[in-house]
């Protein structure tokens, strides 16, 4: 999802760069800026997923998964 934000974000940048009429601006510029706050929920949404992930769930995270038995 973060990575269609930022596409988002730059396509609307390569538009603004083109067009130049107020009435076309004006709106990919909120659209645009719908992106950035988008893309910075996605972050936050992700950090908190992190923090509260139980170790012992081996199908989200669990570094000691990995770690070869012996």
Avoid at 26 to 44: A, S, Y
């Amino acid at each position: 999802m973060v990575a269609a934000e930022q596409k988002a974000r730059s396509t609307y940048d390569n538009i603004l760069r083109l067009v130049k009429d107020p009435e076309v601006c004006d709106p990919i510029r909120f659209l645009r800026q719908r992106e950035v706050v988008h893309f910075q929920r996605f972050g936050e949404g992700l950090n908190i997923v992190k923090e509260h992930l139980d170790s012992k769930n081996f199908y989200a995270f669990n570094p000691a998964f990995d770690i070869r038995q012996k």
